[in-house]
């Protein structure tokens, strides 16, 4: 199986940036996602990026707040966190698609492959 290790999360106060990293296995190819999902709610889209061409798709929420990157050569991808807010609260999973699916997805339904979840809390 495909293995993803998030880390980076933690305790933030609002207005405070945190960075998350996703490193992936296996070739760097298709494109990663990020996710989260606060206390009795839904997992959410945040961000995706393509591996080939960088190319990049975004919540509204994060917008303008959130940048997602990759490094090819480490097949690592970065969130960087900026001007959190407490309903920035959730555990965040990174996700994988591989091969020719490089669309940027926001769309966890095409994402078969994920890490196992890094808190981030953001106090007020």
């Known amino acids: 199986q495909v293995q993803l290790v998030e880390s980076g999360g933690g305790l933030v106060q609002a207005g405070g940036s945190l960075r998350l990293s996703c490193a992936a296995s296996g070739r760097t190819s298709g494109a990663m996602g990020w996710f989260r999902q606060a206390p009795g709610k839904e997992r959410e889209f945040v961000a995706a990026v393509s591996w080939s061409d960088g190319n990049t798709n975004y919540a509204d929420s994060v917008k303008g707040r959130f940048t997602i990157s990759r490094d090819n050569a480490k097949n690592t991808v970065y969130l960087q966190m900026n001007s959190l807010k407490p309903e920035d609260t959730a555990v965040y999973y990174c996700?994988?698609?591989?091969?020719?699916?490089?669309?940027?997805?926001?769309?966890?339904?095409?994402?078969?492959?994920w890490g196992q979840g890094t808190q981030v809390n953001v106090s007020s």
């Open positions: 996700a994988a698609r591989y091969g020719s699916s490089w669309y940027p997805s926001n769309s966890k339904k095409q994402y078969p492959y």
